[in-house]
Every structure is written in C-alpha cells, then in structure tokens.
C-alpha cells in the first residue's frame, strides 16, 4: 500500500475533528503522520505518527526512508515548510488551506505570506474547503486549475437526527467552538442580552474552550447573564452530542477578526445541522455555502447584534419552524458533507497525483 506522509505541525489541536475524521478514514493508502508536537493523543488516537525534523534535508531523509510517495500539509504553513522538501523528492504533493493561513490582510512583512507565490508555483494541488475560500485563494495568485473544493465532512454515526418539535418552558439556545474571537461569541452574548429580556426562561450553552473564556466570563457578569448562560469548557464528542440533542436552536455568529482571521465552514454548524437544530448564524466565509437563509436556518450579517437578536426571537417565537429547518438541514449535510463520501474524493486526488508522477 502506498504511503502518504500526512504533515500536522501541532498533532492535533481540539477544534481539528474534522482532520482527524479525514485521516482514520483513508482506506487505500497508509497516511503516516509527521508532527513537531504531539499532543491530545487520548482524544486523537493514531498508530502511526512521526516526528518532523526541522531541516529539509532531515526531512527528505526520513520521507525517503519510509518510502513516501505523496506529502499532504495540513494548511498553508506546512506546505511552506514543506517546498524544499518536495523539489529534493519530486514527489506530489496537496497542500490544504482551512482559514487562518490565508488571511484577508496582506502584509509585506510577514515571511510566510512572502513564501506564499512560491508554494502556488512548487504544489500539485491545494484544497480548501469553500467556494468562497477557492476565491480567496485566486485572489492570492494560486491558479485556479490547481485548486479542489473539498468540503470537510462529520461522521454521521455520531450525531443521530432528532426532529425538533415545538415545547412549552425553557428553551435552550446552544454554540459550539473553539473560544476564539472570530466565533463571534461577545456578539452572541450582547444579543442574547436582548432576546433573554423578552423571553426569561430561554438558556445559552457556549461550548469549548480558549483563550477568550476570561474575557467571556467577565463579559457574562458585566452583563448580569450568570444566572442563564452557562460556559461548559471543552467536552468530548459523545457529550457533545448529548448537549446537542437537549437543545433547541444552534447559534454560531462568526466574524472576521482585525487581523483577518477567518473561518472555511465550521464543523460545529455540521453537527448541529446532523441532528437536527434550526441555525442561526452569519453571512461569513463558506457559511452560505452551508446554511441557506429561510432554508436550514437564518443568516444575518456579521458583528450585528440586533439583528442576531431578532433571527434568534423570531425562531423562539415560531417554533413550528424548528422540525422542517432541521429535516433540510441534516439532508444536506448527508448529501454534501458525509466524511465517508469525502474521504473517497480525496484519495481520488492522492491515485490521480501518484500516477502523474510516475
């Protein structure tokens, strides 16, 4: 079986589910992981994983060694990393963009952006996961014949549909991310601000953990929401789906930071939209792409808190709303977003590559 060298510099963050279904999910190769830091390995558990050296000639060695016939960089900096690496082995490689390695702000200063043409010039192929993202990746001079649209899947064995009908007492609004500012999750709280002082007994669940957690906190207090908005830390994926199941609607307003951090499509609206909850969320990013307004859920426009307010009243408000959003919502993302069915797409790319470079 042939092998792929599968290039995470950090093995494997928690919010990177969705790598980690990709990866125990190839089947006609054997991915071999290359890392320069392991950590979360009880969550991530894998076989096979390497350390990175940092020369490229080290590199190259060891590639050799294990006889390597494709590289696959996980996000843009690895595949910067990575350039010397392929041109001393002429062997193929993917490089996969996900958000924050292709920023919306250009700076002359920064070396990895300066690397960037370089890469576009050296790789085969580069990944990303919308179609707003493949815009953005032109934008940066990548040619557009070496870009694939590949949507990050979930496994739908985890998070079995419910349909959502209408309740009487409290109803439960529930976010799920890493706790970092382009979650948009400040918004989130001033708009619940809004909605809990028309309706008192609707609850907020922020799941996850990060950096913002402090300034959440502080946040809640300032805001007297202690008493109805509750920050669960990060969970493992059975709880979270648990925690899904209980609630009502799915709320992720995501925003673009001033540093132009950005998000692809996140995973967590997936999950929500696999089980079954109305979405509300932002036009941001490949978003669009996941939710169609009035669809699966309701869109507004990013860093506006009262018109995020309004969408997440207006769907307490019409709860007869829930089941049918939710039905549209996991048929699409059996459709479009099953790791299974992406899985075979990228190994597609790994046969097409491996055989052109013979």
């Known amino acids: 079986m042939k092998k792929i060298a ?8 928690p919010s990177e589910t969705f790598i980690y279904e990709e990866l125990k999910n190839i089947k006609s190769f054997e991915p071999i992981v290359f890392t320069r830091k392991k950590m979360n ?4 558990p894998f076989s096979r994983i390497k350390r990175l050296p940092h020369k490229p000639t080290h590199i190259a060695r060891k590639f050799k060694e294990k006889k390597i016939r494709l590289i696959h960089a996980r996000f843009g900096n690895a595949g910067v990393n990575l350039m010397g690496v392929k041109r001393r082995l002429r062997i193929p490689m993917v490089t996969s963009f996900h958000g924050f390695d292709l920023p919306a702000k250009r700076s002359r200063h920064n070396t990895y952006q300066r690397k960037l043409p370089m890469l576009f010039r050296i790789g085969d192929i580069f990944t990303v996961p919308s179609r707003q993202m493949e815009k953005q990746l032109i ?3 990548c040619p557009g014949h070496k870009i694939r649209v590949m949507y990050s899947g979930i496994d739908l064995k985890k998070f079995a549909y419910v349909p959502r009908e209408s309740k009487t007492g409290h109803i439960t609004i529930i976010a799920v991310g890493r706790l970092h500012k382009k979650k948009g999750f400040r918004y989130l709280l001033h708009a619940f601000k809004k909605v809990h002082a028309k309706h008192p007994s609707v609850r907020l669940i922020i799941v996850g953990d990060g950096d913002e957690r402090g300034n959440l906190k502080r946040r809640i207090s300032a805001l007297k929401l202690n008493k109805c908005v509750r920050l669960t830390g990060l969970v493992a994926h059975h709880q979270l789906s648990g925690l899904l199941n209980r609630a009502d609607i799915f ?3 995501s925003v673009t930071t001033n540093d132009g951090n950005h998000e692809g499509i996140p995973n967590a609206i997936k999950e929500a939209m696999a089980i079954g909850l109305p979405i509300v969320s932002t036009r941001h990013g490949g978003i669009p792409e996941l939710v169609t307004d009035g ?3 309701l869109l507004v426009p990013e860093k506006n808190v009262d018109m995020l307010a309004k969408k997440l009243k207006y769907l307490i408000e019409h709860p007869s709303l829930w089941k049918e959003m939710g039905s549209k919502g996991r048929e699409k993302v059996e459709n479009q977003f099953n790791s299974a069915k992406q899985v075979r ?4 790319i790994y046969k097409e590559l491996i055989r052109k470079g013979k």
């Open 251 to 253: 709320c992720l307003p």
């Open 295 to 297: 669809q699966e859920g």
């Open 139 to 141: 934008r940066w001079g």
């Open 345 to 348: 797409s990228l190994e597609a």
């Open 41 to 44: 390995l009880n969550r991530f």
């Open 6 to 13: 599968f290039v995470r510099l950090r093995y494997l963050p």
